[in-house]
């Protein structure tokens, strides 16, 4: 889809990045521009302010009044673009080109995440982000915003949101004071993902048995009781619903591409079912294959969708040849929320740490070959060049240059990098012109 948007010709679309780090996207946008860690959300509220004060014709004003409880501009005014430039980085000119530019357009979209939404104030910056969504109009259409329909199979909910930082701090503390006998671990470092605060690998010491499914000897398999290594997902049967969806019902279906290639592997699921079976919990499915196949049965059962067949072998090896299942005509009919209310006044992130002309901001990212660094045991991932730098195999540091060269640092020195309460890492001095 997103080549599509770029193609070009006559429908070719604009697309313009706003983030403090010029990443891959931002490399490969008509125009990224710098804004100051944290305030992307500023930034979105000045773009509404004019929006609402100079563009009224052109925008929903029920969403207006919405979103500002009938007081339209005025209850804004503290996000003027002059009055929020030297705070952002951004230039009120640039603030009202954007806000042009959205209202001009019939299609235009704006998604906001990644480090706006990890700051102190990340619910003000996404709230800022997502309103203007509101105001050009396109909550709930094509090209816009749209609402995803309720699995087909509610006990297939789609994937999980996760449990918050809070949850994981009680269960590392439900650990600590022996409440926990039996610890599963799947499809997680817990140990060394969680900051050490938490001190959850201390904490696996006093549960009573702790099972690792991890195929590889992770932080937290190396401290597990048991380890039963699980199947890599190029070896194993599987289904999602996937999230954030398409707009419509979708299942999809993943199966072996490869034979294991260790003998002694065993798929997760496999071993669950065949668990359950030894403490006398009847199940209606011996293997995870097994239990993909009913899913399929019923889905074949309501006659509908991207695939129909009276022969069940038929229909079970169409969806396997097309990774799922889906029926585009089955789309949400909850209508759109009331759109929220904005704030009228500036929320700055909460940055810990000295102030000063001696001290950075710290902005970490995701690399584009570790992602959320599952892969980092394998070699080939940490040999992968970073495409905008060609770093490879250590953690780099982008500084910019002329700070760089006013440091007396060169290019692959050594700098360690302390922040609050006296922690620090050692990364590779990379001067990046975009920095």
């Known amino acids: 889809a997103y080549g599509e948007f770029r193609q070009g010709g006559e429908h070719r679309g604009t697309f313009v990045q706003v983030e403090p780090r010029m990443s891959m996207t931002a ?3 008509d125009r990224w521009l710098y804004v100051t860690p944290g305030m992307e959300g500023t930034v979105a509220m000045s773009i509404a302010y004019v929006l609402m004060a100079e563009h009224g014709n052109e925008i929903d004003s029920a969403a207006a009044n919405a979103l500002t409880g009938g007081g339209g501009a005025a209850v804004l005014a503290a996000f003027a673009p002059e009055s929020v430039t030297g705070a952002t980085g951004v230039s009120a000119e640039r603030i009202r080109e954007l806000a042009t530019e959205l209202a001009e357009h019939n299609r235009s979209l704006v998604l906001g995440g990644g480090s706006a939404a990890a700051h102190t104030n990340g619910q003000f910056n996404m709230s800022a982000i997502y309103s203007l969504n509101w105001l050009v109009g ?4 094509e090209g816009g915003v749209l609402f995803n329909p309720g699995s087909p199979m509610p006990e297939l909910a789609g994937a999980d949101a996760g449990a918050s930082f809070q949850e994981w701090e009680t269960l590392a503390q439900e650990m600590h004071d022996g409440n926990v006998n039996v610890l599963l671990v799947h499809g997680a470092n817990p140990a060394y993902g969680l900051p050490d605060s938490v001190d959850f690998a201390g904490a696996m010491e006093r549960v009573g048995k702790v099972v690792s499914f991890s195929s590889f000897m992770d932080e937290t398999t190396a401290k597990a009781d048991l380890v039963l290594p699980d199947q890599v997902y190029l070896e194993s049967w599987g289904d999602d619903v996937p999230e ?13 591409v490869v034979y294991p290639f260790q003998s002694g592997t065993r798929a997760f699921g496999d071993v669950v079912l065949e668990v359950a079976q030894s403490l006398g919990i009847n199940l209606p499915w011996a293997t995870m294959k097994d239990a993909l196949q009913a899913t399929a049965q019923r889905l074949q059962a309501f006659g509908r969708g991207s695939v129909s067949s009276g022969s069940f072998d038929a229909f079970w090896n169409a969806i396997l040849q097309r990774g799922g299942w889906w029926d585009i005509t089955a789309r949400t009919a909850t209508p759109a929320p009331t759109p929220p209310r904005l704030p009228t006044e500036r929320l700055a992130p909460t940055i810990d740490g000295p102030t000063g002309g001696e001290t950075f901001n710290l902005l970490p990212f995701s690399s584009i070959s570790l992602g959320d660094v599952k892969g980092a045991n ?7 060049p970073d495409p905008l730098t060609t770093a490879a195999w250590h953690t780099w540091a982008e500084i910019n240059p002329q700070v760089a060269r006013d440091m007396d640092i060169k290019e692959g020195d050594v700098l360690e ?8 890492i050692k990364v590779l001095a990379y001067p990046h012109p975009a920095a």
Do not use: M, V
């Open 27 to 29: 490399a490969n946008a």
């Open 138 to 141: 396109n909550i709930g259409r």
């Open 244 to 256: 954030p969806g398409p707009g419509y019902q979708t299942i999809t279906f993943q199966q072996p």
């Open 378 to 384: 394998l070699p080939w991932l940490q040999a992968t």
């Open 417 to 424: 990098l302390e922040g609050p309460g006296g922690r620090s």
